[in-house]
């Protein structure tokens, strides 16, 4: 050493010293029992310490340990597997964690050729197939072509991942059974781009998402949360037109040189702040138990944490398809506590696997408590729901009362507009996942004073409050109970933590000289004439008195109610024709009646001249009537020549235009005898997918049996139950059709089939199956995702759907047609009902074509006077052809119309339309801004309203300057994935060029005037 010293200098005898002491240091440990926690635990603890004397000694150390594994296949075999578990469970986890990828794959490798050579030569001669490198090659130049446009200067290139990791990721028992020509580009490897700054990487991966479908929930940004190795890059997987899934990782060069090099890369002129920081051991805290992955990384967990724990620790996908455990090499149980040391490895299931109730119970880290109700808010959300109305009904019972009371129902949709949550349901949903305790709940609803709810204001019927200042007049307005304003009294506001002002007299003892008070004056509101409430909502006992209770308290005229139920004994529509009614008392009985359980949809439309005997009293079911009366001037018999033929429900028959094409297409398929395709609609809610698929059962007729089944009305219900149900429908057709059959078709009794609903099932599907050969039925499933909700008895919602599945697929008479409402990406995201999928054709409804929507427009409108092409064209241009709001829009002017008995010109529509504008409330286009979750649903809202605000004559915004508008509250990913979103749902024009516009110009006015920017982004930047 001392002539090492004096002939290569200080710094090389040094580096030797740590050379040589680190060299005596791994052969103890590699002469030890490393798969035990402790040696582990202290080979970490040693390996810092070298670290901090001098990293370059502990890269000759690991070059060395290379080398060897690169030529032991001249030692015995003993010695090549001692050196090879070495590798595995020493070297590797230390190059991982010192950031140096490549090597990392090298010594994996290595070992795995050692460890199972004959699975190593098969990867190995798959992963250098010529035609699969050309496919490859492919890619790569697809890519490069693609980012060419955007980033001359970025590169792509192909790296493959290690064969060990490729063999890993496997699941257990599949690899014996393994074609390896069956491994595709997405399992052995990753697509690198390579930029020179990093905001091309954002800019990158928005243009790979535009060009390609994303793989949902396969986004990660670790350029932000940099790993602690110092790895960066946005990773991402997009579906490839060939229907290949692609790994795709973006980073900057540097990104790269570190990703690969990790702490040598200072070597080839890295600066020190991209470097990985070194390796520092992490002791557990006090009060903490310590246990370690297969490859020896530490986990701290508290005591009495379970393996349920230790999965969420690792990442959140882990934790949600956990099925079983290995610890300490035995299997064990995911609810038993883990012990000091112990090795524990998580065995995942596939995506049809998550997380239950009972696991909540069985975990001690909030990350894995908040996880697992995150995951059972949104995919068991009905399930939760129940679950935190019976908890909450448990509570109210010591006052007499439940969550169907009305009274509670308006207090509940209060509190939880105050805890910023969509609706009552949200609340719901936070007390069946344990978020909110039903007592803390209970208490405040109790300081709402739970049982003394009075209206707001029993005064004057017809007056408001205006605030003086436009910058308060948009916020909602309650009169304070302590000096109980009326009409005249000298009045102010004063607003209070909610953005409610509440209205106090100017003497009032409660208000104090510290408080901001807003100057506000009585306004006299202008009543309206008579209007009609049509309510969707399903039929169970008690909707129509509760619907009337809810009128009733409001002190408002009734003078006509009707309930009928529908034909397929599922839904109910109700009418409520109301008198004379502010802007104010219609918005709160709407909303009242919103939250009546069962209700659907609540429409108020302007009808001056309907009366309840136009309705056909044919349909009723049961028809309670007060009072009916018409004005004196009104001639009844003119208004029961032109009943108003528009309407927001369901159009069926005369009421229903165009979709032509679409009928055709599915028609085509339906007849198509030599292969059976389920067909998958979908589109917009409200865009009239009821109305198709009862078209589809009315033309089919012929030529099928249609089977209709609205499945809102089993929502919740059992897998029994749903059996129950389809066989009931099909014998029940049988019947009607006066099918011959022959053999008596019987339908077992619900509490007989409980017992084994698949054998009974199979039994009847057998039964008819010749009779299904000349009469081909057709399935029609209506909303069809509610089947995710039904709660198994007897059977599980996968062996009912692989059947419904088998019994279309394999020509046995039965042909399916799924609608459901929401993005193709999402409604295939249903991981239940996944299986029926395979075999499904997707069939969008969008608006509908010019001519068709013109036929809508003049049929109804000529009958009580004459409408101008002008007009009509202006309608066209406000609605874009979108069947609901085409209903809505010429429901009011039918109205109009036959009162005035006046011409429709361009200018009186368009004064209408302005007209209703100004009273129209959110629950109107509330549909356009729904996402998967509170979060995406607020930010489609504010990007939808900066487009309606920073629209120019044309309404068209470009990306750039909605992104600088709107950039701090939603991050570009986000951005660029509500976007392609938003346009694939149709709610938005996607122009060339990235630009963009709102597509229905009649949302685009409601935004523009009830929804500014500023009100948008306060919102978002709450969540």
């Known amino acids: 050493m001392e002539r090492v010293h004096a002939e290569l200098g200080t710094d090389i005898a040094h580096q030797l010293d740590v050379v040589v002491a680190l060299n005596s240091f791994m052969r103890h440990v590699e002469g030890s029992d490393f798969y035990h926690q402790a040696d582990i635990n202290d080979f970490w603890q040693g390996i810092a310490a070298y670290l901090h004397q001098s990293s370059d000694a502990v890269l000759v150390k690991i070059a060395d340990r290379l080398h060897n594994l690169q030529t032991c296949s001249v030692l015995t075999r003993s010695y090549q597997e001692q050196i090879a578990s070495a590798g595995l469970h020493l070297l ?111 800019h990158v991966l928005g243009l790979l998402h535009k060009r390609y479908l994303p793989v949902d929930g396969q986004m990660r940004d670790q350029i932000a949360n940099r790993r602690e190795n110092g790895y960066q890059s946005l990773l991402t997987q997009v579906k490839h037109i060939s229907g290949n899934l692609l790994r795709i990782a973006i980073r900057t060069t540097t990104m790269d040189m570190i990703a690969e090099y990790g702490i040598a890369a200072h070597w080839w002129g890295i600066a020190e702040e991209f470097m990985p920081h070194f390796l520092v051991h992490k002791k557990p805290a006090e009060g903490e138990i310590q246990v370690f992955t297969p490859k020896g990384e530490m986990r701290s967990l508290p005591p009495g944490a379970t393996p349920l724990d230790f999965a969420y620790s690792i990442h959140t996908d882990v934790g949600h398809h956990c099925v079983d455990v290995l610890v300490n090499g035995a299997r064990g149980d995911l609810y038993q506590q883990l012990q000091l040391d112990d090795q524990v490895e998580i065995i995942t299931g596939g995506s049809e696997c998550g997380p239950i109730f009972d696991w909540l119970g069985h975990v001690k880290t909030p990350q894995a408590m908040s996880r697992i109700r995150h995951w059972l808010s949104i995919h068991r959300r009905d399930e939760m729901v129940e679950r935190g109305r019976a908890l909450l009904d448990r509570e109210l019972q010591a006052l007499g009362l439940d969550t169907s009371d009305p009274l509670v129902v308006q207090l509940l949709g209060k509190l939880a507009q105050r805890e910023r949550l969509r609706d009552v349901d949200d609340l719901l949903v936070a007390l069946g996942v344990e978020r909110t305790q039903p007592s803390k709940l209970v208490a405040s609803l109790k300081s709402m004073r739970l049982k003394s709810v009075r209206a707001p204001y029993q005064g004057e019927p017809n007056v408001s409050v205006q605030a003086l200042s436009p910058e308060f007049d948009r916020f909602s307005r309650t009169f304070a109970r302590c000096c109980v304003p009326v009409w005249g009294d000298d009045i102010v506001g004063y607003r209070r933590n909610d953005d409610i002002i509440a209205i106090h007299r100017r003497d009032c003892p409660q208000l104090s000289h510290k408080m901001q008070l807003i100057q506000v004056k009585w306004k006299k509101m202008k009543t309206e004439p008579d209007c009609v409430i049509n309510i969707e909502a399903l039929n169970r006992p008690g909707l129509a008195r509760d619907i009337c209770d809810i009128v009733t308290m409001s002190a408002i005229d009734m003078p006509t109610f009707s309930a009928a139920r529908r034909s397929d004994g599922v839904m109910a529509d109700v009418h409520v024709y109301l008198g004379r009614t502010t802007p104010a008392q219609r918005d709160r009985i709407q909303k009242a009646l919103e939250r009546v359980p069962s209700v659907n949809t609540v429409e108020l439309i302007y009808a ?61 398929f339906l007849r198509n005898k030599t292969q059976n395709v389920a067909i998958l609609l979908w589109g917009q809610r409200r865009i009239g997918k009821t109305s198709f698929v009862l078209r589809l059962k009315e033309q089919a007729a012929g030529i099928f049996l249609p089977i209709y089944i609205d499945l809102q009305g089993l929502k ?209 286009f509330q549909h356009f ?95």
């Open 92 to 202: 590797a986890p230390l190059v991982g964690r010192l950031g140096m990828g490549k090597v990392k794959c090298q010594v994996e490798d290595y070992c795995f050729q050692i460890n199972d050579p004959i699975s190593y030569q098969l990867l190995q001669q798959r992963c250098v197939d010529l035609r699969f490198q050309q496919e490859i090659a492919e890619v790569v130049e697809e890519l490069q072509q693609v980012l060419n446009e955007l980033l001359p200067g970025s590169k792509i290139i192909w790296r493959p991942a290690s064969l060990y990791t490729v063999w890993q990721d496997l699941k257990p028992g599949k690899w014996s059974h393994l074609d390896p020509t069956s491994l595709r580009m997405v399992d052995v490897g990753s697509f690198i781009v390579l930029t020179q700054e990093e905001m091309d990487c954002y």
């Open 608 to 668: 001056p001249l309907l009366a309840a005997s136009i309705l056909p009293s044919g349909s009723l079911k049961s028809s309670i009537t007060t009072r009916q009366a018409a004005p004196d001037n009104t001639d009844i018999s003119e208004a029961l020549r032109y009943p108003n033929p528009y309407g927001s429900g369901i159009a069926e028959g005369s009421r229903f235009y165009g979709r032509e094409g679409e009928r055709e297409r599915v028609l085509g």
């Open 929 to 1023: 801004w729904e996402g998967y979750d509170t979060t995406s649903t607020q930010r489609n809202k504010l990007i939808l309203s900066a487009l309606a605000q920073l629209g120019n004559a044309t309404r068209v915004v470009e990306y750039d300057r909605l992104f600088n508008a709107i950039g701090a509250a939603v991050s570009e990913h986000d951005l660029v994935q509500s976007l392609n979103d938003l346009s694939e749902l149709g709610v938005l024009n996607h122009h060339h060029q990235a630009n963009y516009s709102v597509k229905v110009d009649l949302f685009a006015r409601w935004l523009h005037q009830h929804y500014s920017l500023n009100t948008a982004l306060k919102e978002a930047s709450r969540l």
């Open 716 to 924: 919740d219900a059992s897998t029994a139950m749903f059996l129950h149900r389809l066989m009931d429908r099909i014998s029940q057709v049988f019947k009607d059709k006066a099918v011959d059959t022959p053999q008596e078709i019987t339908v077992p009794a619900h509490n007989r089939l409980r017992k084994d609903p698949l054998a009974y099932f199979d039994t009847f599907m057998n039964r008819i199956e010749e009779i299904t050969r000349s009469y081909p039925l057709v399935l029609i499933l209506d909303e069809f995702q509610c089947l995710n909700s039904l709660r198994e008895e007897g059977a599980t919602r996968s062996a009912i759907f692989n059947r419904l599945r088998s019994h279309s697929q394999h020509g046995q008479g039965i042909h399916l047609i799924l609608s459901g409402g929401g993005l193709l990406s999402y409604l295939k995201d249903q991981s239940d009902i996944a299986s029926l999928f395979n075999i499904a054709h997707p069939e969008k409804l969008s608006f509908l074509e010019s001519r068709a929507a013109h036929r809508l427009i003049k049929d109804g409108l000529s009958k009580v006077g004459c409408i101008t092409d002008n007009a009509i064209t202006l309608l066209l241009n406000y609605t874009a052809g979108h069947p609901y709001y085409l209903q809505l829009l010429c429901s009011m002017l039918h109205d109009y119309a036959q009162e005035d008995r006046s011409v429709l010109t361009s200018d009186v529509v368009s004064q209408r339309i302005r007209e209703w504008l100004i009273v129209a409330d959110a629950s109107r």
